[in-house]
């Protein structure tokens, strides 16, 4: 990684050099691939010492400030948030190259094919009516109950019968 160092109003002495070299040696990793131009400004003004740092890597342009008394710690700060961004740019470059499907994504996938492959329950009913009725009786009681069919014992036959509504309103009878 290519350094440059600006001071304003302060002169860059080598120790701040050495810091900012160490913490860019920490996440030089990041910028692996093309290399990377940093440009560190440090400068001191009404006692708060301010660092910025512009990083020009892959066709994006990086940059952080901080403002804080102590110029090692704003400098500590800055680069941290460089890397944050770094990283999230990093990420998005490999998801993009990659086109990886991220994880929440899969998760959704696959609670989609949980609910598709997921077999109907069957609810047994054990109300089936012991005295026989006859098939006028089945419609009054199909009229006013909330079901879409009743299953009765016919009276005339004293064989099972289904007696169901159709779409059309009109009702529909099943006798074995």
Do not use: C
């Amino acid at each position: 990684m290519k350094l440059e160092f600006t001071g304003r109003h302060m002169e860059v002495t080598p120790a701040l050099r050495a810091h900012v070299e160490d913490h860019f040696k920490k996440i030089e990793h990041l910028f692996d691939g093309k290399p990377a131009k940093a440009h560190v400004i440090i400068e001191v003004e009404r006692g708060r010492h301010r660092s910025e740092i512009i990083i020009n890597w892959r066709n994006e342009v990086l940059t952080a400030e901080s403002r804080i008394s102590d110029m090692y710690l704003s400098l500590s700060q800055t680069i941290g948030k460089i890397e944050k961004q770094a990283r999230r740019l990093k990420d998005k470059v490999i998801d993009k190259s990659h086109k990886a499907i991220k994880a929440s994504v899969i998760s959704t996938l696959g609670d989609r094919s949980e609910k598709a492959v997921r077999m109907p329950k069957i609810v047994e009913y054990n109300s089936l009516g012991a005295k026989p009725m006859s098939v006028d009786e089945a419609l009054i009681e199909l009229q006013d109950g909330k079901h879409q069919f009743l299953a009765f014992r016919n009276a005339e036959s004293n064989k099972i019968a289904v007696l169901f509504k159709q779409k059309d309103g009109d009702y529909g009878l099943i006798q074995p």
